[in-house]
């Protein structure tokens, strides 16, 4: 019975490392109720003692590895199906570029946000949370956030753009009128990509590091 | 979240796939061919289409046999493409759909073996999608179960074996009681196989398959009236993964006849039209036939998704079918008999 109970390998692999964390959490939290440790778990000792570059530069590096992440998916998505349509169709091959194009602008989006962000860290004299200053903190946390934001957003339109991409790859190689009205729908699925750009400006509009 | 990663192993092959069902003939192109007077005619206009230079080989003359012969050769070339490309779990999908004529070809060397035929005759008369490596070596065995223990163990079929030889003896099976226990493991196993990838895979293969194993079911009950094939035995040879299963198998086990049967059908909606009485006015179809729509409208279902692996066994299917069809038309145009010509299976009807 126990081994129909064994599934296969990865199976047993995610299983059991979600097992040990969750009851590693549950183990340390239930150790520190109980011995009157409860101090310990100081959230707000740690978004004081961590500097706010840290915060800063996590933000960067979020929104360009995401956003790249994203591009990338779509691209590949796309790319082979292009590939694989034009053997029969070659006339797909340059009209359908336009689909890698839209999610090659994803990464755009990205490195232009990492960009802007990486040029509002300003150098800051002060070591304890009173002489950083609230204003610090907010610069960090903010360029944190606008880089999940872009990060987030252009991951998920590049996959869209990726897979919509695909479906019109594939439909152009059966019919050639298909192709400008699935690109409509492309289009739309690049906007969000853009919402997620103008929402991390907006974020990162107040922001001001320095002493 | 299939669409996500389906496209790193298989994108470029379901993109070729989806190619080459674009050349398959649309209704003008039957149209063409059944105007023709000649098989030369015929050639002539299988030319324009993806087919291509395939019939302009001049050293043979143009018989039906050999137009038959060249569309599985093509067929055979495109079906190696595909499957060289592969990887898993695309290349087991790929393996499945060749067990189906491996089967044949080992039931015809069986045959053969008993009847000590040799094995040079039998060869060239194997489908060529079910070759296996030991195919030559199989004028070694005298006995179908010598055959068995020393080279079939080592082919893919081995597993569909072992439900079909374990309590009978298969030198006193007959071949085709041997050949329905095969087809039944290797169905059930497929479905298996195909539920398991789940998905689109599923939503597509599933229906298909398990219409194969409840025609499979009507087609041996069918036959078997007036043989001496107990209503036990018959029961053993019904596929279990479709819709009949469990209480229309044990109802097609009990029947006698025709009426039986067409009861038993009108039980299952999807069943009840293809046992249905012709109205006075329309072309007269055999049962075969219909089962063979039913399988083309399930086949063309599956390129209505996309990332699944459907779409590679509707176009083995379809394209056998269209072999089916312009054989049919060359039967009628050599024969002279154009009463019939229109009873091929159109695909893709209402496309252009």
Redesign the interface.
């Known amino acids: 019975m126990l081994l129909e109970c064994m599934m296969n390998g990865h199976a047993i692999l995610y299983t059991g490392v979600t097992l040990a964390f969750w009851s590693t959490i549950l183990i340390v939290g239930i150790c520190y109720t109980i011995f009157d440790l409860g101090f310990r778990f100081d959230v707000a000792w740690f978004l004081t003692e961590t500097s706010p570059f840290m915060w800063a530069s996590l933000g960067i590096g979020l929104a360009i590895s995401l956003s790249v992440v994203g591009a990338a998916?779509g691209i590949?998505?796309t790319?082979?199906?292009?590939?694989?349509?034009?053997?029969?169709?070659p006339r797909i091959k340059t009209k359908n570029l336009v689909s890698i194009i839209f999610c090659e602008a994803v990464a755009i989006y990205g490195i232009i946000m990492a960009i802007v962000i990486s040029n509002m860290a300003e150098r800051f004299t002060g070591t304890t949370p009173e002489t950083i200053g609230a204003r610090n903190y907010q610069a960090g946390y903010s360029m944190f956030g606008a880089g999940l934001t872009v990060g987030f957003s252009n991951l998920f339109c590049g996959?869209c753009v990726g897979?919509v991409g695909?479906?019109a790859?594939?439909a152009d190689?059966?019919n050639a009128s298909l192709f400008v009205k699935i690109l409509i729908v492309e289009i739309f699925g690049s906007a969000i990509g853009l919402f997620g750009v103008i929402v991390a400006i907006l974020q990162t509009s107040k922001v001001k590091m320095g002493d | 979240m299939a669409?996500?990663s389906f496209?790193?192993d298989h994108?470029?092959?379901?993109?070729?796939?989806?190619?080459?069902k674009?050349?398959i003939l649309t209704s003008t192109d039957y149209h063409n061919l059944a105007q023709c007077d000649t098989l030369e005619d015929m050639k002539l206009h299988l030319q324009s289409t993806d087919y291509g230079k395939l019939l302009s080989s001049s050293e043979e003359d143009l018989t039906v046999s050999f137009v038959d012969s060249k569309l599985r050769e093509n067929l055979v070339t495109e079906f190696s493409c595909l499957r060289s490309n592969a990887l898993p779990p695309l290349s087991t999908f790929l393996d499945y759909i060749t067990y189906n004529y491996m089967i044949d070809n080992v039931v015809l060397l069986i045959t053969g073996a008993l009847k000590q035929r040799d094995v040079e005759e039998l060869l060239p008369r194997c489908h060529p999608l079910g070759a296996f490596d030991q195919m030559a070596a199989v004028g070694i065995a005298r006995t179908p179960t010598e055959l068995y223990s020393a080279i079939l163990v080592d082919t893919p079929l081995a597993p569909f074996f072992q439900d079909a030889v374990s309590e009978i003896n298969l030198d006193e099976m007959e071949v085709e009681i041997l050949r329905s226990k095969l087809y039944k493991a290797y169905l059930e196993s497929f479905h298996t196989f195909c539920k398991n990838i789940g998905g689109a895979t599923k939503d597509t293969m599933c229906p298909i398959l398990e219409f194969e194993a409840d025609r499979r079911a009507f087609i041996i009950t069918v036959n078997s009236f007036g043989t001496d094939l107990s209503s036990a035995d018959r029961s053993a040879l019904y596929p279990s993964c479709g819709k009949l299963y469990p209480e229309g198998l044990q109802l097609l086990a009990k029947a006698e006849d025709h009426e039986q049967v067409k009861a038993v059908a009108d039980c299952y909606p999807d069943h009840k039209f293809i046992f249905e009485d012709r109205e006075p006015g329309s072309d007269f179809k055999t049962l075969e036939d219909r089962f063979f729509e039913q399988e083309v409208k399930l086949n063309t279902l599956a390129f209505m998704q996309?990332f699944h692996f459907g779409v590679f066994y509707s176009y083995i299917k379809l394209k056998e079918q269209e072999s089916r069809n312009i054989v049919w038309i060359s039967e009628c145009v050599t024969q002279r008999q154009k009463s019939k010509i229109h009873n091929y299976i159109p695909i893709f009807q209402g496309t252009k």
Do not use: P, T
């Open positions: 998916w590949y998505i790319g082979s199906s292009i590939i694989g349509g034009g053997v029969k169709a996959i897979i695909s479906g790859a594939l190689a059966q | 669409e996500l496209n790193v994108g470029y092959l379901e993109g070729l796939v989806r190619g080459m674009a050349g996309q």
